[in-house]
């Protein structure tokens, strides 16, 4: 096809498919475009993670100086994560419409001013609305799910999601151990506490400001380029609102996978949150100690969401999207549990072990969400990634809500509480059924549905005729892999499937 032949020459530092996405993912590297854009998504969303919760840290500080509440602390990290709700589902579409280079960037660069107004906040409300406002931030972490699922083969995309995500949301463990530290800094030097805190959020805030440019100026949005020039020559069809929109709303597996998100990546933000403040009430320790026992939790993201991300594509290999499933249920589960063990502890010892292991399964568990939702949908993944992401805030702000807000629950009744939650609000992955691979229980249709049925779904006659489906045609195509060895597997149709470039 005309189509293929205009990116039949292009040839890239690492192994490619059909598609031109990278079939290795090789974390040490930085070529472009693949590589480099993982490096830059996931050190852009690191830095909104470390400005989105560069308050928390400092609360002990910060609410003595504005004379808060404990219902005005938790109004504020409500508000924190609130803001992104909307502002996730909103990047989802921004990133299938103008792609995740643009839509990160511009998101990044806008929300960088109120992580500097914080330093003048003098107030209940005025603390809430930068907090709110920063908050907005955290919908980048869509435009990095979007931007990996776009770089690398389905053989591969759980893997490089799960690290981006993950190494991004250290960014709310090391700003725990970053925050407290820049202000002793301050401190030392001379400044009065109540000077320091504010005097702090001017590096996560340049830090922030400076992550937009490098995407912005080194980035790109596909294998082949950024959207602008493939919609001008005609290798990417520029889609239709209204189509992506729909094909997203009407497919259920989303909608569970949103609930779902909500309470692990959701679990986390609440964590976040409050976990300085709850070490440091509960068991009498030292705000710096306070620190180092909260960022114990969001550092193991170095290793356990990007461990959840490699599980689900190894569990893939043998099992396909069945096996992805289960690995999110059981992971999510045990996560549960040992969030309630976690509010049942009394020892200020056994609170940091438990707190550690439930971090992981916590953590990985947000890794294995995004290893099943780039196979949703082909034609609205950025709707989907944005429905998914948000549905982690709604979980955060619910949590908050419920748990954590006001004194109706102590903190470690609402820690128990919340594992609860989780348990039972993972329970509808056992519903996730795809035709063409199967679910937890079932295996694939006996109507002998294929990955080409699936996505063609998407694309009615007129699309086709116009040959928009390609891009969906080849993806079906590579996602063959999640039939597994141990699985039932559809059949390929009779008629094959396009040519394509290998």
Same mark, same amino acid.
């Given at each position: 096809?005309?189509?293929?032949?205009?990116?039949?020459?292009?040839?890239?530092?690492?192994?490619?498919?059909?598609?031109?996405?990278?079939?290795?993912?090789?974390?040490?590297?930085?070529?472009?475009?693949?590589?480099?854009?993982?490096?830059?998504?996931?050190?852009?969303?690191?830095?909104?993670?470390? %400005?989105?919760?560069?308050?928390?840290?400092?609360?002990?500080?910060?609410?003595?100086?504005?004379?808060?509440?404990?219902?005005?602390?938790?109004?504020?990290?409500?508000?924190?994560?609130?803001?992104?709700?909307?502002?996730?589902?909103?990047?989802?579409?921004?990133?299938?419409?103008?792609?995740?280079?643009?839509?990160?960037?511009?998101?990044?660069? &806008?929300?960088?001013?109120?992580?500097? &107004?914080?330093?003048?906040?003098?107030?209940?409300?005025?603390?809430?609305?930068?907090?709110?406002?920063?908050?907005?931030?955290?919908?980048?972490?869509?435009?990095?799910?979007?931007?990996?699922?776009?770089?690398?083969?389905?053989?591969?995309? /759980?893997?490089?999601?799960?690290?981006?995500?993950?190494?991004?949301?250290?960014?709310?463990?090391?700003?725990? &151990?970053?925050?407290?530290?820049?202000?002793?800094?301050?401190?030392?030097? /001379?400044?009065?506490?109540?000077?320091?805190?504010?005097?702090?959020?001017?590096?996560?805030?340049?830090?922030?400001?400076?992550?937009?440019?490098?995407?912005?100026?080194?980035?790109?949005?596909?294998?082949?380029?950024?959207?602008?020039?493939?919609?001008?020559?005609?290798?990417?069809?520029?889609?239709?609102?209204?189509?992506?929109?729909?094909?997203?709303?009407?497919?259920?597996?989303?909608w569970i996978l949103a609930l779902t998100y909500g309470y692990c990546f959701g679990?986390?933000?609440?964590?976040?949150?409050?976990?300085?403040?709850?070490?440091?009430?509960?068991?009498?320790?030292?705000?710096?100690?306070?620190?180092?026992?909260?960022?114990?939790?969001?550092?193991?993201?170095?290793?356990?969401?990007?461990?959840?991300?490699?599980?689900?594509?190894?569990?893939?290999?043998?099992?396909?999207?069945?096996?992805?499933?289960?690995?999110?249920?059981?992971?999510?589960?045990?996560?549960?549990?040992?969030?309630?063990?976690?509010?049942?502890?009394?020892?200020?010892?056994?609170?940091?072990?438990?707190?550690?292991?439930?971090?992981?399964?916590?953590?990985?568990?947000?890794?294995?969400?995004?290893?099943?939702?780039?196979?949703?949908?082909?034609?609205?993944?950025?709707?989907?990634?944005?429905?998914?992401?948000?549905?982690?805030?709604?979980?955060?702000?619910?949590?908050?809500?419920?748990?954590?807000?006001?004194?109706?629950? %102590?903190?470690?009744?609402?820690?128990?509480?919340?594992?609860?939650?989780?348990?039972?609000?993972?329970?509808?992955?056992?519903?996730?059924?795809?035709?063409?691979?199967?679910?937890?229980?079932?295996?694939? %249709?006996?109507?002998?549905?294929?990955?080409?049925?699936?996505?063609?779904?998407?694309?009615?006659?007129?699309?086709?005729?116009?040959?928009?489906?390609?891009?969906?045609?080849?993806?079906?195509?590579?996602?063959?892999?999640?039939?597994?060895?141990?699985?039932?597997?559809?059949?390929?149709?009779?008629?094959?499937?396009?040519?394509?470039?290998?």
């Amino acid at each position: 096809m005309e189509l293929e032949s205009k990116s039949a020459h292009k040839s890239f530092a690492i192994p490619v498919d059909s598609e031109h996405k990278a079939t290795e993912f090789r974390v040490f590297s930085v070529s472009a475009p693949h590589m480099r854009a993982f490096h830059l998504s996931w050190i852009s969303f690191f830095a909104c993670f470390v %400005s989105t919760f560069a308050a928390p840290p400092l609360l002990p500080i910060i609410r003595n100086n504005l004379d808060l509440t404990a219902t005005d602390i938790g109004n504020a990290g409500i508000a924190a994560v609130s803001g992104a709700v909307f502002a996730r589902i909103a990047m989802g579409t921004a990133c299938d419409l103008f792609g995740p280079r643009l839509a990160s960037s511009a998101l990044t660069l &806008l929300t960088a001013p109120a992580v500097f &107004l914080t330093a003048i906040a003098n107030s209940a409300i005025s603390f809430l609305l930068v907090r709110f406002f920063t908050g907005f931030s955290l919908a980048t972490f869509v435009s990095t799910q979007f931007w990996m699922s776009s770089m690398f083969s389905a053989k591969v995309v /759980g893997t490089a999601n799960g690290v981006a995500g993950g190494w991004g949301n250290l960014g709310g463990g090391a700003t725990q &151990l970053i925050m407290p530290l820049i202000f002793s800094l301050i401190h030392k030097i /001379g400044a009065t506490q109540f000077t320091a805190w504010r005097i702090a959020f001017f590096i996560p805030a340049l830090f922030q400001a400076l992550s937009a440019y490098a995407i912005f100026f080194l980035g790109q949005d596909m294998p082949d380029g950024n959207y602008a020039k493939l919609h001008k020559s005609g290798e990417k069809h520029k889609d239709n609102m209204s189509d992506i929109l729909y094909h997203a709303i009407t497919n259920y597996r989303g909608w569970i996978l949103a609930l779902t998100y909500g309470y692990c990546f959701g679990v986390e933000l609440t964590v976040d949150n409050i976990i300085a403040q709850y070490f440091f009430d509960r068991f009498d320790v030292n705000l710096h100690t306070a620190g180092i026992i909260a960022a114990s939790f969001g550092l193991a993201n170095l290793f356990s969401r990007p461990g959840g991300g490699v599980l689900s594509d190894i569990v893939a290999k043998r099992f396909g999207m069945r096996g992805r499933l289960w690995a999110l249920w059981i992971v999510q589960t045990l996560g549960g549990l040992l969030c309630v063990l976690l509010g049942k502890v009394e020892s200020l010892s056994g609170s940091i072990v438990v707190m550690l292991v439930f971090s992981v399964f916590c953590q990985a568990a947000c890794g294995l969400t995004f290893g099943v939702v780039p196979f949703v949908s082909r034609r609205s993944l950025g709707i989907i990634s944005g429905m998914t992401g948000a549905g982690g805030n709604v979980g955060a702000v619910l949590t908050q809500v419920i748990f954590f807000r006001g004194t109706r629950y %102590s903190t470690e009744t609402g820690i128990t509480y919340m594992g609860i939650m989780i348990i039972c609000c993972t329970l509808p992955i056992l519903f996730i059924y795809f035709p063409q691979w199967g679910g937890m229980f079932y295996g694939p %249709s006996s109507k002998g549905l294929t990955e080409e049925d699936y996505y063609m779904k998407e694309w009615n006659l007129t699309d086709k005729e116009n040959g928009f489906h390609q891009a969906s045609m080849k993806f079906a195509g590579n996602s063959r892999s999640e039939r597994g060895k141990k699985t039932g597997a559809a059949p390929t149709p009779i008629d094959g499937t396009p040519n394509i470039i290998v």
